[in-house]
């Protein structure tokens, strides 16, 4: 299995955690990743700005992959979400379809929809699967507690095809249960960790991601896992700014991706996979899963 | 109005609500709107799209009025127009910022062992195009 | 008329009042037809339709010996008839009539090309003057009905239409899939707007039709073919075996009591349990037990047997088989009525069959019901506690383009009905009844919503949760945005109840199959006519009573049993019918026997019959064929002709359009 790796904006810019973890962990699961050389944002924060700027800049980026052959995995639901939109609405529109073209041409590029996009919770588990995760990892992870948190884009607009649904189990909760460590439902599961509202208002989108953690806490979770690179920014990056604006003090809760709780089930140091650099307190649970 | 029962938005800034923003574009009043930041608070989540009982959508009605605004040269917050000047910069909503470890260490990509990030190959063009298709009002929000 | 007569046409064109003169030129109209070959009069008039244009028709057949009419007006749809009916009187063959539709056609749609839409109107009027000049009169025959009716479905409305119906002195069959008759209104605690009890005026209605001499009743019974056609319906059900002798049982419930094997009941959706020997519901008629074998043990294991051992009547059999029984009838009521939208598949978001103390309207019933399985007592499912805060949701599914477009209309009354079970139960409850609307049409129904807005612990709070979610502690939760106040409210609510929307009940589709009759885009039946023909199908003697034609209350299923029954009643007195004589037939001597028409024909009216010498031939059966016209365009050698629209008279109205 080999894909073009489209990272995005926020994961290679500061949620180096997400990018360290998923190159280190899916080879190990026999998934090649491949980096391409010429890429763009999606455009999916800049859709206030431009509604058509977003067909552009996803047309580009899958024409750069089928210039290569490749499907893509895009690991951030923003991005998994906008090309996904792209494909189905360019099948539908086609002269829009022609405008991206044309625009494309000049660059000496060309989008028709042959790529394929997944995310990697798809990759995980509908193409490696849980049982060889199940039998690939090193050792099982203890059965603690934790969250799923799969983020909106997964989830919504059913109106084309989602990695994720509402009616049913997660397929993140599944892999979860596959290192070892329990689901734990939280009401909030399907809801939204207020990112997109930081440019507007920094304060509105932290008391969006307290509420989540305060679920997430009410419901006995010990830890909160997303592949959203968003939801993990806000998670676990914004937990002492939610303690500040509400003045909850508990508001704190160890958030990972889950591909560094993959990782450590794979036997990956907290280094290879950048748990390091997560803000929120993981060392506890960490010393806990690795006893 | 189911959209503003479970906007997530609503939840947190009192004068956002979705049905609202609907109801006064049909009736008129979409310049109110266009002036307004509250515009801007949508947090993509795409509920009200996904469960309207009528098959509006409120998020791209709001996608419409943010982008009728920018067209007119009306500034959006100052978050919006950094990330659409970076874009202009360099392909992407920010650059690779450092990032510090728990142990206070600041580090790069480069020093985490991660390679360059991919810019567009033809970077000008690149450009042309992205003002080509609705940036190049936002070259003068930015300027101003 | 007589072959090779001259033909001589008369023309009438009408003003419609203005709807077609304000845009067609009549008089220019007239003008220019009356220049056709073989008119002998043209004349325009105001209103065609009234008694004095129909004498017009009348006296002018006369007068200038017309054999041939033409009439521009409305659809023939509207007036076919009416014109026909003059055309007799005037002593010629209906069948030598034609219309040109110059309003639907013509002045409706071209309102602003007036020139253009009198061109239409003369060309429109020239073709139908080219089919008529080769109009032959055709023959109507009578079909007897056949005395006896059949209606499918044991709920209310099927219970009213068969005793309307059986009271008019005929004989009819009702059947009902399950092992009582009853239906959901038989689920109901109370009724609305008058707070009857339900059980109290349906079950004298299900004992009556149940002991009356000229109902049979056919109970936990599928229909399973239908052939024929009006007057003359060939019908075979098939009834599923009960386990127990009809014969034998006294219905004494020894066997229930006795029986050690438990179920969930179907009857109380599922919140209660029967036994796997049971009686639907207490007052279940026929009050005859049957048995689950899915649960029963010596249908599964082969031991127990207890209920026969205790049997005072030796009435179980074990060994029953289905049984067909086969019937004539000569009209056909369908009466399946509606289930609930499946709203645990199609919106997850709320949660139903996931959180337990999320239940439906129905599922309310149950536990208001003192037959229920909670004994009359409003108890939470999770934990049988009685719930001090309760939400009612309304329009779940319903008035969604995404889920049923259509309003389910007893949604809200039932919801405010819902409020009051739990006020006059548990007095110091609060309700929240969450609405879209409120939709008060019917009777009593406007006075009944004030006297429940005044209870001061009843709210109603104008918008609709998106989703309900349930916290650590199983409590459940949700937001909703109330318009009254402009505010976001957050509801944490003990039991939350679902007004869900409804679908036609699934036998519905299969009925449907067997009679080829239409659906409408909802699933629902589709009626002849929305307004003026209501409880009339596509299908020829066969009507609809209650829900199976879109979501009705009590009251409104019943009025239309009564006229779905009176339909019934006025077809088999007549004793006869009138074929319409549009249907194919065949040129045996054209006919190659070559069977492409036999497969195609939709309704089974084709067969292959051996003429003397061998030859095969394409047989109509006129009483099934519906005139379709499929087999006529089929047929490779024109031997297939439908009457009064052979090839001649299309091909002559085409090359009249395309001069």
């Known amino acids: 299995m080999r894909f073009l790796l489209y990272l995005g904006c926020t994961a290679p810019t500061k949620q180096y955690g997400y990018e360290l973890s998923l190159r280190s962990t899916l080879p190990l699961l026999g998934v090649e990743l491949e980096y391409p050389k010429d890429m763009n944002c999606c455009g999916v924060p800049m859709k206030g700005i431009s509604r058509f700027y977003p067909y552009y800049a996803c047309a580009r980026i899958m024409a750069i992959a089928e210039s290569q052959g490749l499907d893509i995995v895009a690991p951030c639901n923003g991005c998994h979400l906008n090309l996904t939109e792209t494909v189905y609405k360019l099948k539908l529109n086609p002269p829009l379809m022609d405008a991206v073209n044309a625009l494309l041409k000049e660059e000496g590029l060309r989008y028709s929809g042959k790529a394929a996009i997944y995310h990697p919770v798809e990759v995980l588990h509908d193409k490696v699967g849980v049982e060889r995760i199940a039998s690939t990892i090193k050792r099982k992870l203890p059965g603690i507690p934790v969250s799923s948190h799969p983020g909106c884009h997964l989830l919504r607009p059913t109106e084309f095809p989602r990695p994720e649904t509402r009616n049913g189990p997660l397929k993140l909760d599944r892999l979860i249960e596959a290192i070892g460590l329990k689901a734990r439902d939280y009401p909030e599961k399907y809801e939204c960790c207020g990112a997109a509202m930081l440019p507007y208002s920094p304060e509105a989108a932290i008391r969006v991601v307290a509420l989540r953690i305060k679920r997430a806490l009410a419901v006995g979770s010990r830890a909160i896992t997303s592949l959203c690179p968003y939801c993990i920014d806000m998670l676990d990056g914004k937990q002492d700014a939610a303690k500040t604006i509400t003045g909850d003090q508990s508001l704190s809760i160890p958030a990972l991706y889950y591909t560094q709780l993959l990782g450590l089930a794979l036997g990956l140091s907290e280094r290879e996979l950048g748990i390091n650099l997560n803000m929120s307190p993981v060392e506890a649970l960490l010393e806990e899963v690795m006893a | ?144 | 008329m007589v072959e090779g007569e001259e033909v001589r046409i008369g023309v009438y064109v009408c003003h419609c009042g203005i709807n077609i003169a304000s845009v067609v030129d009549v008089k220019k109209v007239v003008e220019e037809v009356s220049k056709v070959p073989n008119v002998v009069v043209a004349k325009d008039y105001q209103f065609m339709c009234s008694q004095p244009g129909q004498s017009m028709i009348v006296e002018d057949i006369k007068q200038h010996n017309l054999n041939r009419v033409v009439v521009a007006a409305c659809s023939p749809r509207m007036h076919e008839p009416t014109f026909q009916k003059a055309v007799e009187r005037g002593g010629l063959n209906p069948y030598l009539f034609e219309m040109a539709n110059i309003r639907e056609h013509c002045s409706w749609v071209h309102e602003k090309e007036k020139a253009a839409a009198t061109d239409k109107a003369v060309k429109l009027i020239k073709a139908a003057i080219a089919k008529v000049r080769l109009s032959k009169p055709l023959k109507v025959e009578r079909v007897k009905v056949i005395p006896r009716a059949l209606v499918i479905g044991g709920g209310i409305a099927g219970i009213r239409a068969s005793l309307d119906i059986a009271n008019a002195g005929f004989e009819v069959h009702l059947v009902e899939t399950r092992p009582s008759i009853g239906g959901n209104m038989a689920r109901l605690d109370k009724t609305f707007p008058t707070l009857d009890c339900s059980q109290c005026i349906l079950t004298p209605l299900m004992v009556e039709v149940s002991k009356h001499p000229n109902v049979t009743l056919h109970t936990y019974t599928d229909v399973v073919s239908i052939d024929g056609s009006v007057g003359s319906f060939k019908v075979k059900l098939l009834k599923k075996p009960r386990y127990v002798d009809e014969s034998k049982c006294t219905g004494c419930g020894t066997c229930v009591l006795k029986c050690p094997w438990t179920a969930p009941s179907e009857f109380d959706l599922g919140l209660g349990k029967r036994k796997a020997i049971y009686f639907e519901f207490p007052q279940a008629v026929p009050l005859i037990p049957v048995i689950d074998t899915e649960h029963c043990m010596y249908f599964q294991k082969g031991t127990c047997r207890a209920c026969e051992r205790f049997c005072p009547t030796k009435a179980i059999d074990f060994n029953q088989k289905p049984k067909e029984v086969e019937l004539e009838v000569g009209a056909i009521i369908l009466a399946t009525g509606y289930a609930l939208y499946d709203v645990a598949k199609a919106m997850p978001e709320y949660g139903y069959r996931k959180y337990k103390d999320v239940i439906t309207g129905l599922e309310l019933e149950r536990l208001v019901s003192a037959t229920g399985p909670t004994k009359g007592q409003i108890l939470r499912p999770s934990d049988g506690k009685e719930p001090k805060k309760v939400a009612i949701i309304l329009c779940v599914g319903s008035r969604d383009e995404k889920h049923l477009r259509y309003c389910c209309r007893f949604g809200c009354v039932a919801g405010i009905k819902h409020a009051y079970y739990v006020v006059s139960h548990i007095p110091d409850a609060e309700v929240y009844v969450c609405y879209r609307d409120i939709r008060t049409f019917g009777k009593g129904y406007e006075e009944f919503y004030e006297r429940i807005r005044n209870y001061e612990n009843v709210r109603f709070i104008r918008g609709s949760p998106m989703e309900i979610l349930q916290d650590a502690d199983g409590s459940l939760y949700f937001d909703v945005f109330d318009a009254n106040t402009n505010r976001v409210v957050t509801l944490r609510p003990d039991l939350v109840v679902l007004e869900t929307g409804v679908v036609p009940h699934p036998t519905f589709k299969e009925v449907a199959k067997l009679l080829k009759c239409a659906i409408g885009p909802d699933g629902f039946a589709l009626e002849l006519h929305p307004k003026l023909r209501p409880t009339e199908t596509s299908v020829d003697g066969v009507f609809l009573a209650g829900a199976v034609q879109g979501p009705k209350d009590i009251p409104d299923t019943v009025a239309q049993a009564g006229a779905a029954a009176s339909s019934a009643i006025a077809l088999m007195s007549k004793g006869y019918v009138e074929t319409v004589p549009y249907v194919s037939s065949i040129n045996e001597d054209l006919c190659s026997g070559c069977g492409v028409c036999e497969p195609l024909c939709a309704f089974d009216a084709i067969s292959l019959v051996e003429k003397d010498g061998g030859k095969k031939v394409a047989k109509v059966d006129v009483s099934k064929c519906k005139g379709c016209g499929v087999c006529a365009a089929a047929c490779p050698s024109g031997a297939a002709q439908q009457l009064g629209f052979t090839d001649e008279q299309i091909l002559a109205m085409v090359r009249s359009l395309a001069r």
């Not at chain 2, 959006?76 to 970076?86: H, I, L, Q, R, Y």
């Not at chain 2, 360099?90 to 690779?96: A, R, S, T």
């Open chain 2, 1 to 144: 109005m189911k959209c503003s029962s479970g906007c997530t938005a609503a939840k947190v800034v009192d004068r956002y609500r979705p049905h609202e923003i609907v109801a006064l574009v049909k009736a008129g009043y979409s310049e109110e709107l266009i002036n307004s930041d509250v515009i801007w608070a949508c947090s993509v989540c795409l509920k009200c799209t996904e469960y309207c009982p009528q098959r509006v959508s409120p998020f791209e009605v709001v996608m419409a009025l943010r982008n009728e605004a920018v067209s007119r040269g009306i500034a959006p917050p100052k978050g919006f127009v950094e990330m659409a000047k970076s874009v202009l910069r360099v392909g992407y909503i920010q650059e690779p910022m450092y990032t510090m470890t728990k142990d206070f260490e600041e580090v790069s990509r480069k020093e985490l062992g991660l390679p360059e990030m991919p810019k567009p190959r033809d970077f000008e063009k690149f450009r042309q195009h992205v003002l080509l298709v609705g940036f190049e009002r936002l070259k003068e929000i930015a300027q101003a």
